[in-house]
C-alpha cells in the first residue's frame, strides 16, 4: 500500500494503448516507464490524470488491482482535460498520473461469501469493472455475481467485448445488458 505522501507525487505513465469503446468513451491503457504499474489501488479507487499546460481530471481505475502489468481508465469526451486525452494523446505519449484516491469497495470482508447485484449505466460501470474483476479473478471468494448495466444503445456499451463473451461464461455470473430504445 502506497504512503500517503506518495499519492501528492505525479508519477510519470505512458499510454500504452488506447481502445475506442463508443463514440465518446475511450479506454486508456497506463504502463511505468519500462513497463508494469504505476502503484497499487483497491477496487474501486481513483487517480489524477494530468497533462501539463493542458489540465488535470479524476477517473476510476478501471483495471482490476490483480492487473499486474498496467492501469486502464475508461474517459468520456465532455470538456477540455477529456477532449485533449481523446484527440492529442496517442500510444507512446507521457501522462502525469497519481493516487490512488478515494474509498474502495470491502471486498476483502463484507463482501466476501455473498450473492452480489451490480447495477451501472453508461460510464458509470467504470469503477465496478474494477471491483467485478478482481472478484472473478478470485471467483470463489464470492456468492453470484449479476450485472445490470444500461446505455441508450448497444453502441454506447462501453467494453462491450467483456460483457457479453467474457463475463457471462464465468462461474455463476450474469450480465443483464438494457438499452433505451429497441434494436437488433
Ligand atoms: C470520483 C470521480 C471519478 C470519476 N471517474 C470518471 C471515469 O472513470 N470516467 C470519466 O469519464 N469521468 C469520470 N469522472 C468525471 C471526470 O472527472 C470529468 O469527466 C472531468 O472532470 C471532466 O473534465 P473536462 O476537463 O474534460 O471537462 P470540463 O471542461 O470540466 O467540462 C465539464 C462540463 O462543462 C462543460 N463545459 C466545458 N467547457 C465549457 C464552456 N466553455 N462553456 C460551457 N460549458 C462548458 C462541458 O460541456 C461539460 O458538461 C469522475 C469524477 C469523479 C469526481
Given amino acids: 500500500m502506497c504512503n500517503c505522501q506518495d499519492t ?12 475506442t469503446e463508443t463514440a465518446d468513451v475511450k479506454t486508456f491503457r497506463v504502463e511505468k516507464i519500462g513497463g508494469g504499474k504505476l502503484f497499487e489501488h483497491l477496487p474501486g479507487q ?42 492529442d494523446i496517442e500510444p507512446g ?29 453508461g460510464i458509470g460501470l467504470a ?14 471468494d464470492y456468492g453470484s455475481i449479476d450485472v445490470v448495466y444500461g446505455a441508450r444503445s448497444k453502441e454506447d456499451f462501453v467494453r462491450y467485448d467483456e460483457l457479453t463473451n467474457v463475463w457471462p461464461v464465468q462461474k455463476d455470473t450474469r450480465v443483464h ?8
Fill in 8 to 19: 501528492l507525487i505525479p508519477q510519470i505513465g505512458v499510454v500504452t494503448d488506447i481502445c
Fill in 127 to 140: 469503477p465496478l469493472r474494477s471491483v467485478i474483476n478482481y472478484m472473478l479473478d478470485k471467483r470463489d
Fill in 93 to 121: 505519449q507521457q501522462i502525469a498520473v497519481r493516487g490512488p484516491y478515494g474509498n474502495h469497495f470491502p471486498v476483502e470482508d463484507k463482501l466476501k461469501g455473498k450473492d452480489l447485484l451490480f447495477i451501472a449505466g
Fill in 46 to 87: 481513483c487517480a489524477i490524470l494530468s497533462v501539463p499546460g493542458k489540465g488535470e481530471a479524476i477517473f476510476s481505475i478501471t483495471s482490476s488491482p490483480t492487473n499486474e502489468k498496467y492501469m486502464e481508465f475508461s474517459i468520456k469526451r465532455c470538456g477540455s482535460i477529456t477532449n485533449f486525452l481523446h484527440f
Fill in 177 to 184: 445488458l438494457t438499452i433505451d430504445r429497441a434494436q437488433e
